[in-house]
């Protein structure tokens, strides 16, 4: 009896839950296919049901009247967010296996201090790193390019994927390192053969963060870009006029999660720490 009601009250507990995370979604659905009258107008009893539906909130994304084409600027985040986020992967990688297995001396500058430098990046506010890497671009010749903005977020998103990458090589044995290298490999071939699919769910971890924040960033997209290239979160912005279209808006949320949150679907599997077990003979 108390086994059974004890699971009575976990399932309840995981569906209040999951309908809190869930309705906002719901909303933002239902508020996508109002009208303004739907919106504005309100609703007797079920504001999320009782409306007409119409499409307008959706026509604004591609074009229609009062709003903006988001196709472009989709495609800019994306390019933006996949190449920023797997360069930064692929370079904050190799600096966390060398800070995670090497030991580094510059003066009293030890391992741990440079890790804590690579994440004190992102503790300054951006508005710091706006006027030099503004100049940069400038004087690259790159404000207003996709170039420009994926250099940038790299220099963004490089020390995510370090911070992350770093705990996560640590946790993985040396003693694999030493085993590969009796059997014969390189530092290289370890890294790659034997250290790195054992840091798997650690590379999925510090991707979704770097995608993440990638794709959201709005500040740099914004001081940045001028009129060649713009990406999806200022575009989003450009809807706002005298009256907030909630029906657009909404309609741009949905548009602007969905990827996320099918990736989130996707990677969920790799996310097992347990992929060390029986590693070690």
Request: charged share 10%.
């Amino acid at each position: 009896m108390k086994h059974t009601s004890y699971l009575a009250l976990k399932y309840l507990v995981v569906l209040a839950w999951s309908a809190f995370v869930v309705f906002p979604f719901l909303w933002m659905l239902s508020t996508s296919f109002k009208s303004a009258n739907g919106v504005t107008g309100g609703a007797t009893w079920l504001p999320w049901l009782q409306y007409e539906p119409s499409t307008a909130g959706w026509s604004a994304l591609f074009g229609g009247p009062g709003g903006v084409n988001i196709l472009r600027p989709y495609l800019n985040s994306v390019i933006v967010t996949l190449s920023a986020s797997a360069l930064s992967l692929v370079l904050g990688t190799l600096a966390a296996y060398g800070l995670s297995r090497f030991t580094f001396r510059a003066g009293p500058v030890r391992n741990g201090d440079i890790t804590f430098f690579f994440i004190s990046q992102r503790i300054m506010p951006p508005i710091v790193l706006a006027i030099p890497f503004f100049l940069m671009l400038k004087t690259l010749g790159l404000l207003d390019t996709l170039t420009g903005l994926i250099l940038v977020y790299i220099a963004l998103l490089l020390p995510i994927a370090v911070w992350v990458m770093v705990d996560f090589f640590n946790s993985v044995p040396r003693g694999l390192d030493e085993m590969a290298w009796m059997d014969g490999c390189t530092p290289v071939v370890t890294f790659l053969r034997v250290i790195l699919p054992n840091a798997m769910p650690g590379l999925v971890v510090a991707g979704m963060f770097c995608l993440i924040f990638g794709w959201n960033d709005f500040f740099f997209a914004f001081t940045l870009t001028f009129t060649k290239v713009q990406l999806l979160p200022v575009s989003i912005v450009a809807l706002n006029s005298s009256v907030t279209p909630w029906w657009a808006l909404s309609a741009a949320a949905i548009v602007s999660v969905a990827p996320l949150a099918v990736l989130a679907f996707v990677v969920e599997r790799f996310l097992s720490r347990g992929g060390l077990a029986g590693a070690v003979r």
